[in-house]
């Protein structure tokens, strides 16, 4: 069945390092492949999306890569802040279940000052 | 320009309880998504309404019941609540010209 697999489960890194998350995809239909960040206790929020046509997308110190051969794509954040200590998580879903998010199981991201 | 609200923020029911969250989507969004979210896990796919009508179901058992107004505002019903129930509810809404979400901040649901 669809599943989406995401590691590490938590990640500590220094400001200023990068970070690296990655997840793995099992419905090669998937098409669509948001990254959520949630903050504790707050909703989860879009920080990045990228479509199956695009092997890469860049937002400021955020990108994804998608490798779709191999089913899967990561997240990589550049100049780490302590403001980017949150969960994050991955998500995938496919034409033919537009709108059915799969997550991952998310990752706890710690940035030390 | 509102965003996705739900209502109410907080819920504590007791088991075989019957409990009814609300959702409004983003201004200029008609498709509702309803996502359960157990305590550090991700969110799990339980339903989406668009045009008034379930249009996916993810493994939910039929408990998990939902309605989508004309003015595209949703709610979530869940008959004989369990434990297990007990989870953050949250809403995401998008158009159904694109597949991007925008949650809602979500009802924390407490069974007892």
């Known amino acids: 069945g669809e599943n989406v697999e995401q590691h590490p489960s938590t990640l500590s890194v220094q400001e200023g390092d990068s970070a690296v998350i990655k997840c793995t995809y099992s419905?090669?239909?998937?098409?669509?492949f948001p990254w959520y960040k949630q903050e504790l206790g707050k909703r989860p929020q879009l920080i990045i999306d990228i479509r199956s046509n695009v092997g890469e997308k860049k937002d400021q110190r955020i990108a994804v890569t998608l490798n779709k051969t191999a089913k899967h794509f990561s997240l990589h954040i550049t100049e780490t802040q302590p403001e980017d200590s949150a969960v994050y998580f991955c998500a995938a879903s496919s034409s033919s279940n537009t709108g059915k998010l799969i997550f991952g199981q998310g990752t706890t991201l710690q940035v030390k000052p | 320009d509102a965003g996705v609200t739900q209502s109410p923020t907080h819920l504590i029911k007791t088991r075989g309880q019957q409990v009814t969250l609300r959702c409004s989507p983003k201004?200029?969004?008609?498709?509702v998504s309803w996502y359960q979210q157990a305590l550090g896990q991700g969110p799990q796919f339980i339903f989406q309404?668009?045009?008034?009508?379930?249009?996916q179901r993810g493994n939910f058992p039929d408990r998990f019941s939902g309605h989508q107004f004309p003015n595209y505002s949703s709610e979530l019903n869940v008959n004989a609540l369990l434990l297990g129930d007990s989870a953050l509810y949250l809403c995401?809404?998008?158009?159904?010209?694109?597949?991007?979400?925008?949650f809602g901040p979500g009802t924390r649901l407490l069974v007892l």
């Open positions: 201004s200029g969004h008609d498709t």
């Open positions: 995401a809404s998008s158009s159904v010209l694109s597949e991007t979400q925008y």
């Open positions: 419905d090669s239909a998937s098409n669509y």
């Open positions: 309404y668009y045009e008034e009508e379930e249009r």
